[in-house]
Nanobody
Framework: VQLQASGGGLVQTGDSLRLACAAS????????MAWFRQAPGKEREFVAS????????NYADSVKGRFTVSRDNSKVTAYLQMNSLLPEDMAIYFC?????????????????WGQGTQVTVSS
């Protein structure tokens, strides 16, 4: 599966952004989709995931209640709605997929990665 992330940008604290991850070349609807992020000087960390049927979502504690992950299998696209953005949310956001029904917060479990989209939050 090839993944293309988009939707990043420069926003102010408290603003919202919606990221999109378009998939191609694979069986999108059968796989788990996830979002990770990497801030300068830090390791890439798990943000959110959604299973193949969109019946189970998981979030990092730092984004619970502010971010929502979703997917539209008919459009082979996953989304990350980010509300109430904070300066600590500033990072490059990556989408990832794995060809299994269940998800994982571990980077090593994902086999396909998008190129990343920059989210900058000014205080």
């Amino acid at each position: 599966v090839q993944l293309q992330a988009s939707g990043g940008g420069l926003v102010q604290t408290g603003d919202s952004l919606r990221l999109a991850c378009a998939a191609s070349g694979g069986t999108f609807s059968n796989g788990c989709m996830a979002w990770f992020r990497q801030a300068p000087g830090k390791e890439r960390e798990f943000v959110a995931s959604i299973n193949w049927g969109a019946t189970t979502t998981n979030y990092a504690d730092s984004v619970k209640g502010r971010f929502t992950v979703s997917r539209d299998n008919s459009k082979v696209t996953a989304y990350l709605q980010m509300n109430s953005l904070l300066p600590e949310d500033m990072a490059i956001y990556f989408c990832a997929s794995r060809p299994f029904f269940d998800c994982s917060p571990l980077r090593s479990r994902y086999t396909s990665w998008g190129q990343g989209t920059q989210v900058t939050v000014s205080s």
